[in-house]
């Protein structure tokens, strides 16, 4: 399976399995579903990287998995079918007391955002869908991020330009009285449209100088 590369140092079974499921490590008792496991994949890619650890239960008992041919193979599929464009892996098993756990290492991606797909349905019309969503990692969890969020990770890989014109100097200002804004009201309130209201929010918070909450809904900014 060429898309799998074990490259990097085992890490430790047991001090991982004893830190917990976190922002950069995951338990799964076992793999079957090439479309979910690729969801946390990319969420470790797009965030801080991290480790899967396949035969771990969530209560951090090693049950071990039964076949690490099937494993790899639902995680091959996970990357070449379900994951836009593909990260790359280091995978490794390491065995305790006769079980075998297989450990997914998934770096920090250059290539981020990696697009999670999957087919779902139109409510409105009933028929199949692919849905494109970009996962990363809150805490223990795997969510969905807003345009906000995404917006903030493409504009990463570019260098960083940013102006205090009488636009950003009127939002500095309105943040400094209302406390946080959107980017949909930064758009209606400086008359601009809402996809150039967001580059510039997202200018200021690469700079520092505006911070993007996590929030449900849509992405809220605020003074940093």
Known sequence: MPLIRPKSAPISLLETVAEGE????????????????????AAFANTSGGHILIGVDDDRRIVGISSE?????????????????????????????RRMVLIVSVPESP???????????????GRRVLERRVFIREGS???????DRIALIQARKSPLKVSFSDRERRLLHYLSENSRITAPEFAEHAGIPVQEARRILVSLVRAGTVCLLAESGSGVYALA
């Open 22 to 41: 976190g922002l950069c490590i995951e338990f799964k008792r076992l793999v079957h579903s090439p479309a979910k496991i690729a969801r946390s994949i």
């Open 69 to 97: 041919k099937e494993a790899l193979e639902v995680i091959d599929d996970a990357l070449r079918f379900h994951i836009e464009p593909m990260p790359a892996l280091d995978v490794h098993v390491e065995e305790y007391k």
């Open 141 to 147: 969890h795997n969510k969905a991020a807003d345009d």
């Open 111 to 125: 290539d981020k955002p990696h697009v999670h797909l999957e087919e779902g349905y139109c409510r409105e019309t």
